[in-house]
T-cell receptor
Framework: SQQGEEDPQALSIQEGENATMNCSYK?????LQWYRQNSGRGLVHLIL?????REKHSGRLRVTLDTSKKSSSLLITASRAADTASYFC???????????FGDGTTLTVKP | KAGVTQTPRYLIKTRGQQVTLSCSPI?????VSWYQQTPGQGLQFLFE???????NKGNFPGRFSGRQFSNSRSEMNVSTLELGDSALYLC????????????FGEGSRLTVL
């Protein structure tokens, strides 16, 4: 199975609401990154959090990392219809020698 | 600066044929990695090249191969195509694959009939 597993698989909210996605992983890491993918397109990097960091902000995004639980969460505040996309967490480093992406959370933001 | 360029964007092949996909990274990026995305398996890592050397490899059969040229452009090749190879193939470039952010191209969508 994938190193990173997102939860929930799908999330539907109204514009203006907050969206929270969770990611769990199995091995030690150097960093964890979140990406967004609009349907059938390439992935866009959102935010990177290093293993020695606990929280990071970027605009309307807030990412937390709990290395003891091997989990991360992505919070999107005040969501917009344009945030509709799939969101993936990806783990890097930690001796695994390869990048691993989770299965993704599909977010639908209704106007 | 220009982003990651993948060609071709769409292609249709038949079983048994081979295919070559190309990726031009962002100028200055020496790391290029490749991924296969399918509805059933999600995003799977294929391999990563840095300065013309394959540094990391995922769990794909030998039919999947790649290379990187001195200008950092990369190609991946799939021989003896199978129906299950139908997928979106994504290329990403970065300054350092295991540390930094990845910049993805729009992908090459391969359909095998």
């Amino acid at each position: 199975s994938q190193q990173g597993e997102e939860d929930p698989q799908a999330l539907s909210i109204q514009e203006g609401e907050n969206a929270t996605m969770n990611c769990s992983y199995k091995t030690s890491i150097n960093n964890l990154q979140w990406y967004r993918q609009n349907s059938g397109r390439g992935l866009v990097h959102l935010i990177l959090i290093r293993s020695n960091e606990r929280e990071k902000h970027s605009g309307r995004l807030r990412v937390t990392l709990d290395t003891s639980k091997k989990s991360s969460s992505l919070l999107i505040t005040a969501s917009r219809a344009a945030d509709t996309a799939s969101y993936f967490c990806a783990t890097f480093g930690g001796g695994v020698g390869k990048s691993t992406f989770g299965d993704g959370t599909t977010l639908t933001v209704k106007p | 600066k220009a982003g990651v360029t993948q060609t071709p964007r769409y292609l249709i092949k038949t079983r048994g044929q081979q295919v070559t996909l190309s990726c031009s990274p962002i100028s200055g990026h020496r790391s290029v990695s490749w991924y296969q995305q399918t509805p059933g398996q999600g995003l799977q890592f294929l391999f990563e090249y840095f300065s013309e050397t394959q540094r990391n490899k995922g769990n794909f059969p030998g039919r999947f191969s790649g290379r990187q040229f001195s200008n950092s452009r990369s190609e991946m090749n799939v021989s003896t195509l199978e129906l299950g190879d139908s997928a979106l193939y994504l290329c990403a470039s970065s300054l350092d694959w295991e540390i930094g952010e990845l910049f993805f191209g729009e992908g090459s969508r391969l359909t095998v009939l």
